[in-house]
């Protein structure tokens, strides 16, 4: 098994840190590994703290009295100059359970309020994101949303269009545009649920 012999930080941002490794391969080989990270310091990367805490929450909400749409964000990211679907999504606050993170996340980022369903934790414990570029983690929150689309909440780097979307509609993002993998695999179960029972997939068979 490979081995970490040095963590050198590179950048001190708020959102977003760079650290570069002096690693030795299974071989015995020297080598280097570069992490991008949530972390502050060394310290909180989670080589480090070995805890996998969820950095970010992302949030799959059913909206309407028949849950037969599912709220997406269509957003402009710098990273590829252009517009993706997403599902609504954003940072877990220092002391914040991720739960609480998803109510306030939807709340401001398209306007509407969730109300989370209690889940079995395989499906909403913390899962690594990019594991080969980042240690980014996130946790999945699963409800319904009511209520009616506000821009008021937006930061002025978030540029967000609020998609309330039928199985028609996914059917055509899927096909034509840009999606996030995490959100693609979700539209996909989407599209296959029992309308009479949509959060079924997450029922554990005892």
Known sequence: M???RKITQVTDNRFLNMFDLDVVHRTGAPGKYYVASRARSAGELKLSTKVN???G???Y???GEKKDRVVLIRQYRYSI???IYEFPAGLVEEGEDFHEAGIRELKEETGLSFHPIEVDPIFSKPYFTTI??????CAAVYGTADGKISAEGLEDSEEIEVILADR???RRILKEE?????CAYMMMHFLHADPENPFAFLEVET
């Open 61 to 63: 909400a059913l909206y």
């Open 2 to 4: 490979g081995s970490i």
């Open 57 to 59: 929450v992302i949030i």
């Open 178 to 182: 840009n999606v996030s993998l995490m």
């Open 81 to 83: 100059d252009g517009y």
């Open 168 to 170: 028609e509609e996914i």
């Open 53 to 55: 805490r969820a950095d």
């Open 132 to 137: 080969g570029m980042t240690d980014e983690s």
